[in-house]
């Protein structure tokens, strides 16, 4: 479960997220959608812990995240938009460092990590890091927190980067995850996916969460009847003036 | 050309974030460099090999003097560094700089893209070229002739060197990955210093007569390495004055040039992507942080210099000196630089991997003091092995070796605290340490020395009865050789427990700047 009340962030001058509330039970695939720079990442970063909020209470797994931010580390995973891991190690390090620095149950980590391996088709960990190429780093940085099987899962733009098969495996795996009780926290610019797979979807605006609830609930919202969610995000984001710019142009 | 400058000026402009000073010096600093090699090794040279332009017969083929015979060996070995240093790294260069794949974007030519990856790649890579710089000058000087003809010889040989370098990358680039330029390029780049080093120590000393008898051992040698189909004789002849030397040069340099460009058209840009596919095989980690660090001291070319240049250079600086306590002090001084070296590489990987150390079930600052521990061990260990001829001479000289990891922890400390305090540092710099960060740790690191090694060290030796110079007058006041004696090892000391557990405690507090 995740909880934030009052979540604030400012850089400077610029308040990058504005007293936001959330709510997301377990099992529940929420969807965080927003334009570029609205505040997706810093939410994501201040839920995980690896950003300080300037002011407001998370609470992670019922957990309070400022009383006990190691142990909300271990039962959870993130995964970054940009994958930056350690260039200078093999994928099989990085893989055994993790499975130390967690100290996960080896066999079974890497029994689970071997089926993660080809249903990704991920046969280059010998290789170094630093060779990669940006999806096969992403690919990498998924099965890494995949492996542990943590009980809220934070991805940042999972599909980036990722072919079309490894895409697909992974929206029906966060399925199958969600199946299992566990909770996912997905950032995403591709509103089909949120579409299709969130059971709760979320839109931020300049730091402000402007609507929150089921597609049905979101769909109340509307002024002028907007029935897909592409039209619906852009009438809440005062985009509904597109078809205008773009005849303009 | 213009399409190269105007993406050279911008590619400069986007990496250089650093303050007003070094944008000031950057521009002259090949330049600084190249003085500072060219011209003691131009003396030297210049020392050595004017009594030897002589024609040698049995020697030396004909037409030649035994300076060309010496000097022809000298830039062939160096033109192998050359181009085996630069090619890798001119790879390197291409896959390191992220922009790559915008510049392609852009409607400009394939080989201007190369071009300025070529030149970013030339700085630490030509170090080989500033040993040689002063060789035109010398021939003039020696030959007494215009130095017009020796020095654009000269150039148009670098240009030569630097279209093979070109033309070797464009074929590495297509079996080497990116880790694997980087290596091959930095070993080599540091092979050519131990060189250096390992070459002109003994030459230095060395007299005409010694050269002659040496160089009849290197009288086949001389046959091949002036042959006149190499590049390198018409370098030399070029140096002498021959203007057919100037023009084979310049003729070869256009065409290798015309070729580069049109194998260009064709090139890869995009080879990173080549990682070898072979059976897997995870092994346990114990001491994950530690371990991690560990495998990037051992994979990065620049740490196998430090160690071996530390340990190496006062040891071959000193070679028959009776001075134990200033090898022991060079050693100290050395690592005072090094240490926060290695401690910034550790700290960098770090960095450039953020935010994903934050996102480990650790505290952000057990993370940063990990960093410390690999620099100490190194660093106190090679202070150990050169400290061993001073314990011998003075078993009580231990008293004072085994504060050596305490000055080595704390100067990695200083070096993290020093990230922290301003962690908007631009990492993408070769040294991500400002000259003014370093000269304060190595002005720190010297001043604690002196008070714990030279004082300390030279007070022992005095109470043994084996005078020193620097202390001999004093010990003539009881009261003052004793105060110097043991007041300032043992102040040094105790400035260093403080210091330690000081920047230990900011530390502890500003681990969550780990990221910036």
């Not at chain 2, 915008?102 to 070229?129: C, E, H, M, N, Q």
């Not at chain 2, 297509?174 to 080599?188: E, L, P, Q, Y």
């Not at chain 2, 604690?448 to 110079?469: D, V």
């Amino acid at each position: 479960m995740i909880r934030a009340r009052n979540l604030k962030k400012v850089f400077g001058d610029i308040v990058a997220v504005n007293s936001i509330n959330l709510e997301i039970k377990n099992g529940e695939i929420y969807g965080f959608l927003g334009p570029n720079g609205a505040g997706k990442t810093t939410t994501i970063r201040m839920l995980t812990g690896t950003l300080k909020p300037t002011s407001g209470e998370i609470e992670i797994l019922g957990i309070p995240l400022d009383k006990n931010e190691i142990e909300i580390k271990k039962r959870i995973g993130v995964v970054f938009e940009e994958p930056k891991l350690y260039e200078n190690l093999k994928g099989t390090e990085f893989i055994d460092f993790i499975i130390a620095i967690y100290k996960l149950d080896r066999e079974k980590t890497l029994a689970y990590l071997s089926e993660l391996t080809e249903a990704f088709n991920i046969d280059y960990l010998d290789g170094f890091i630093g060779d990669y190429s940006h999806g096969m780093k992403q690919k990498l940085a998924l099965v890494s927190v995949l492996m542990r099987k943590p009980e809220v899962v934070f991805l940042d733009e999972p599909t980036v980067g990722l072919d079309a098969r490894s895409a697909k495996i992974l929206k029906m795996l966060l399925e199958k995850i969600t199946s299992e009780g566990r909770t996912i926290f997905m950032t995403t610019h591709i509103l089909e996916i949120a579409e299709k797979m969130c059971s709760r979807i979320g839109i931020i605006n300049r730091g402000e969460l402007i609507a929150e609830g089921t597609l049905k609930e979101l769909r109340k919202l509307s002024k002028t009847g907007s029935k897909s969610l592409e039209d619906l995000f852009l009438e809440l984001t005062g985009g509904e003036e597109i078809a205008e710019i773009v005849e303009a142009l | 050309m213009s399409e190269i400058f105007l993406l050279l000026k911008y590619t400069l402009k986007n990496r250089g974030k650093g303050g007003k000073i070094s944008k000031i010096l950057s521009p002259i600093l090949p330049i600084f460099f190249m003085l500072v090699f060219g011209v003691p090794v131009g003396a030297l040279a210049y020392k050595i090999l004017s009594p030897v332009n002589t024609y040698i017969p049995a020697i030396v083929p004909e037409g030649y003097t035994l300076m060309d015979g010496i000097v022809s060996l000298v830039i062939i070995i160096l033109s192998f560094l050359f181009f085996l240093g630069y090619s890798p790294m001119i790879i390197f260069t291409l896959f390191e700089n992220e922009t790559i794949p915008f510049l392609l974007s852009l409607p400009v030519k394939r080989i201007s893209v190369f071009a300025v990856s070529s030149y970013d790649a030339l700085g630490t890579a030509g170090v080989p070229a500033w040993y040689v710089v002063s060789f035109p000058i010398i021939y003039a000087i020696v030959l007494k002739i215009s130095p017009v003809v020796p020095v654009l010889s000269f150039i148009f040989y670098i240009f030569l060197l630097i279209a093979i370098s070109n033309l070797f990358a464009m074929v590495l680039s297509r079996f080497v990955s990116r880790t694997g330029a980087k290596r091959g390029g930095m070993i080599v780049y540091f092979i050519t210093l131990f060189l250096y080093m390992i070459i002109y120590t003994p030459l230095s000393g060395a007299k005409k007569q010694n050269i002659v008898e040496f160089a009849q051992k290197l009288k086949v040698l001389f046959h091949i390495s002036l042959s006149s189909f190499l590049p390198s004789t018409w370098l030399i002849n070029g140096m002498k004055g021959s203007i057919s030397g100037l023009f084979y040069l310049l003729v070869l340099s256009l065409f290798l040039y015309v070729l580069t460009y049109q194998l260009s058209k064709g090139m890869d840009f995009y080879v990173e992507k080549r990682v070898e596919r072979k059976k897997i095989r995870f092994t346990p980690f114990s001491m994950p942080l530690f371990r991690k660090d560990w495998l990037y001291f051992k994979r990065e070319p620049m740490n196998l210099y430090l160690v071996g240049f530390s340990l190496i250079f006062p040891l071959i600086m000193f070679t028959g000196s009776r001075d134990i306590f200033a090898i022991l002090f060079m050693g100290v001084a050395i690592a005072g630089m090094y240490v926060p070296m290695l401690t910034a590489g550790l700290y960098t990987i770090e960095r450039k991997s953020c935010p994903l150390p934050l996102t480990f079930p650790q505290n952000p600052s057990g993370i940063l003091l990990t960093k410390t521990i690999l620099p100490t061990l190194t660093f106190s260990l090679i202070a150990l092995i050169l400290s061993i001829p001073a314990v011998v001479k003075e078993p009580l000289t231990i008293i004072l070796i085994v504060w050596f990891p305490l000055l080595y922890y704390s100067l990695s400390l200083f070096t993290l605290y020093l990230f922290l305090s301003r962690p908007s540092r631009d990492l993408t710099k070769k040294n991500i340490l400002d000259l003014w960060e370093m000269l304060l740790m190595e002005f720190s690191t010297i001043l604690i020395a002196s008070m714990i090694y030279l004082a300390g060290g030279l007070y022992m030796s005095t109470l043994r009865g084996n005078e020193q110079k620097l202390l001999h007058l004093m010990s003539k006041n009881p009261v003052l050789f004793h105060a110097l004696g043991i007041g300032l090892p043992t102040f040094a000391i105790i400035m260093l427990i403080l210091l330690t557990g000081l920047f230990r405690g900011k530390i502890k507090r500003m681990g969550d700047r780990i990221c910036g």
